[in-house]
């Protein structure tokens, strides 16, 4: 027998019902603000007939909040890491109630705009806190993992629920209770974050690098910008030119920060396999997810003529998979390999992606939302599975950068989505039209509104067909993504 003993490593200290309650607590701000990024599909048409908005503004009206939130994650995160990660998002709790109330009693279109540029920057505020804060609080890897695993599926339900948020308030009230209903939950954070969350931040003491931060924000803002235009409209120069700028100014942004003692972002992170593989398959998750749901929602109103309310309500249907097959994911990769757990998952959403690349103008809509509950079952819970790596992954004092590359990757992932897989269906659909209809009709289901009624029925028929080439190219991008996490994660930890 030896006679030296070999060191263990001292088990993580578990969390108690103080910091399950606190996690709690950190779901009010996280739902608010993924709820935020869809909660106007409902109430544009009665802030048109208030407000009197031009078409530039009403379009900067929905896509301002999430613009704001996506550049300003990666600075928002990293500052929290300096100032403490609870200062930050009571900051933002009390930034996001102001920015609420002006929203809700704006007088005019870009006094409604400026009160979403700040919604954002609050939403930034609170986003990548929520996130660090978890890796903070749970230091027991199973139980941050039951952890992430509720942040995950709150999130992606909050922009689900969104839109049945807004149809709900606007039979009762004007539409400015959709930005009103933010309050008691900030309220109620303000006063409980103080108690059951302690303060949390890195090591580094070093200045802050306010051009990093200006860079980072100048990077993603034109990417994401560029992407989502280009996707809906073709391609524009200007889309095109942003997107070009913001490439290169992500390239001076990463070459700084390798040459900084205390950078935004540490490169080192990325050549991390468990982190940067993470980071990859989560934008490849989001890409499927967010493309795909265009084509869906679409369907439900356009072609079987459900109201804007009704299709909200239906889609939320599959996630009734994802609520029983994210825990079950999560206990899995306690016993086996989480690349295989995560290959799985992302194999199963494949499989559901082909299941839609069947349905056509006879399909049974329960059909359809039974392929949606598959292809959201595995998707989710392989994405929750990879935030819970990549936060593990994470040096503590890092958290707060680490949790916001992360959420700005799920941005850019969803951008990128609309723009390839809607180019797929766009294809797909003018190929699937008679070169007889008119040229409205042929670019779009919505430019054959009006037309002949022979027209229209093409044009779902088209569009439907549309659909399916979306799902084949979702189909494609999870098998892409079950390699990577194959490839990359396996005996990570």
């Not at 869809?38 to 896509?63: E, H, K, M, N």
């Not at 006094?111 to 939403?123: C, D, F, N, P, S």
């Not at 609520?323 to 559901?352: E, H, K, Q, T």
Request: with cysteine; hydrophobic share 55%.
């Amino acid at each position: 027998m030896s006679l030296t003993a070999r060191p263990r490593t001292a088990p993580a200290a578990r969390a108690g019902r103080r910091e399950w309650t606190a996690l709690g607590v950190l779901m009010l701000p996280l739902l608010l603000v993924s709820m935020d990024v869809s909660v106007l599909y409902f109430a544009i048409p009665s802030i048109a007939a208030d407000l009197r908005p031009g078409a530039t503004q009403q379009l900067w009206i929905l896509d301002m909040y999430g613009f704001v939130l996506a550049g300003l994650l990666v600075t928002m995160g990293a500052l929290g890491d300096r100032v403490g990660r609870r200062r930050l998002l009571l900051s933002g709790a009390a930034l996001f109630g102001a920015a609420s109330v002006a929203a809700a009693y704006a007088h005019s279109a870009g006094a409604l705009i400026g009160a979403r540029a700040v919604l954002g920057i609050a939403g930034a505020c609170l986003m990548p806190s929520t996130l660090a804060l978890i890796r903070t609080l749970f230091q027991d890897p199973a139980q941050r993992a039951k952890a992430v695993t509720l942040w995950t599926t709150v999130m992606a339900s909050g922009i689900s629920l969104g839109p049945v948020v807004s149809g709900v308030l606007l039979e009762h009230f004007w539409w400015g209770s959709v930005f009103l209903v933010n309050l008691p939950a900030m309220l109620l954070l303000s006063v409980l974050a103080p108690v059951l969350l302690a303060e949390s931040k890195g090591a580094g003491d070093g200045r802050f690098d306010v051009l990093g931060g200006l860079l980072s924000l100048g990077a993603l803002l034109p990417v994401i910008y560029g992407v989502k235009e280009l996707a809906g409209g073709g391609w524009d120069p200007v889309a095109g030119a942003g997107v070009v700028v913001g490439v290169l100014l992500g390239v001076v942004f990463v070459r700084r920060q390798a040459r900084l003692d205390h950078p935004v972002v540490d490169p080192r992170l990325f050549r991390t396999p468990a982190y940067g593989g993470s980071l990859l398959v989560n934008l490849l998750a989001m890409a499927a997810t967010v493309g795909f749901a265009v084509f869906l929602t679409q369907y439900l109103q356009s072609v079987l003529g459900q109201s804007p309310l009704e299709a909200a309500l239906w889609s939320l249907v599959p996630t009734g998979g994802v609520m029983v097959a994210a825990p079950l994911a999560a206990a899995l990769a306690r016993r086996v390999d989480r690349a295989y757990v995560m290959g799985g998952g992302f194999l199963v959403s494949a499989a559901g992606f082909g299941w839609l690349a069947t349905v056509d103008r006879a399909t049974p809509l329960w059909v359809v939302l039974a392929g949606g509950a598959v292809y959201a079952a595995g998707l989710v819970s392989a994405m929750t599975l990879a935030n819970e790596l990549a936060l593990g992954a994470t040096p503590p004092e890092r958290a707060g950068a680490a949790a916001a590359v992360l959420e700005s990757g799920s941005e850019l992932g969803g951008a990128l989505g609309m723009a390839v897989l809607g180019s797929v269906g766009a294809a797909v659909y003018t190929a699937a039209m008679p070169s007889s209809a008119p040229a409205a009709a042929r670019e779009t289901l919505g430019g054959a509104s009006g037309a002949a009624p022979g027209v229209v029925d093409a044009a779902r028929g088209a569009f439907v067909e549309a659909m399916s080439g979306a799902a084949v190219g979702a189909s494609g991008l999870m098998v892409l993504a079950a390699g990577v996490a194959l490839a990359l994660l396996r005996r990570r930890t």
